[in-house]
């Protein structure tokens, strides 16, 4: 007898978008660029979907953070999959960091963003985000409005934003 593939995201979400796919792993370049971007700030909270690709880039992230002497207030994983997405979110808001910082999955994080957007004061312009989330699919999976001001690195060390519902 086979046992079944379990397959990681919203049956709704994935039933749309069966197409995306889990995060490649970051590259150097790609961390270079994205601490780049969060020069003005020194105080992080970061999270990450629970792929390893993600986990790889967030604990990545958090050692390159703390070696300059700046600190992570918390790191937070979430599911593919939640009965709730408020846990997570109220755990990334409650410390009151200055920015933060994504590694995840296009549908995790919409599902996540959405709760976000809804129920805390997390601010998509103070976020920063890996590769993964360039998905120009990902600002209407998360609903209109929810990611303006997302930026984040490219693969290859450049920089995206997303602008008006539109990654630029």
């Known amino acids: 007898m086979t046992t ?22 970051h590259t150097d370049a790609e961390l270079a ?22 986990r790889e880039a967030a604990h990545a992230v958090a050692d390159a953070w703390t070696a300059r002497g700046c600190r992570v207030l918390t790191v937070v994983s979430w599911p593919e999959q939640a009965a709730s997405w408020l846990r997570p979110a109220t755990r990334l808001t409650t410390p009151r960091p200055d920015a933060w910082v994504i590694a995840a999955s296009p549908l995790g994080f919409a599902q996540l963003a959405r709760r976000l957007h809804h129920s805390t004061d997390w601010d998509p312009s103070r976020t920063f985000a890996f590769a993964s989330l ?7 999976l998360a609903g209109p409005g929810t990611l303006d001001g997302l930026r984040g690195a490219t693969a290859n060390g450049g920089t995206w934003e997303i602008d008006a519902g539109v990654p630029r």
């Open 33 to 54: 660029a994205l601490l780049s971007l969060l020069t003005r700030f020194e105080i992080l909270a970061i999270g990450h979907s629970r792929d390893e690709p993600s």
């Open 4 to 25: 079944p593939v379990r397959r990681r995201g919203s049956p709704l979400l994935r039933a749309v978008h069966p197409d995306l796919s889990p995060p490649a792993p």
């Open 134 to 140: 360039q998905d120009p699919r990902l600002p209407a």
